[in-house]
């Protein structure tokens, strides 16, 4: 079994920062594209970001130049910074992971999610 553990949402002021974290654990043989996802109010879920297990980045055209993907591969973590955020930031914030199980059976791991919050 499969998990994506998310923590580092919050409250925060509009221009403030978070970083979001995530973490896979398991039965896992190997990570390959991790990524983060947000769901905001009324709206469909949207890419945010993502990141090859090799490091090559994507960002959505609305966070490039303020959101931040790493990945720490010997942990099977994904982080997101997030600076100068906005109230339209506003979403639960979703980890995904492509991977491959110790099984052998390779498929789309989903987090919980994580309420990010953007308000004065």
């Known amino acids: 079994q499969v998990q994506l553990v998310e923590s580092g949402g919050g409250l925060v002021q509009p221009g403030g920062s978070l970083r979001l974290s995530c973490a896979a654990s398991?039965?896992?043989?190997?990570?390959?594209?991790m990524g983060w996802y947000r769901q905001g109010p009324g709206k469909q879920r949207e890419l945010v970001a993502r990141v090859s297990s090799g490091g090559r980045t994507a960002y959505a055209d609305s966070v490039k130049g303020r959101f931040s993907i790493s990945r720490d591969n010997a942990k099977n973590t994904v982080y997101l910074q997030m600076n100068s955020l906005k109230p339209e930031d506003t979403a639960v914030y979703f980890c995904n992971a492509d991977l491959r199980t110790i099984a052998a059976f390779r498929y789309d791991a989903w987090g919980q999610g994580t309420q990010v919050t953007v308000s004065s």
């Open positions: 398991g039965s896992i043989s190997e990570v390959y594209r």
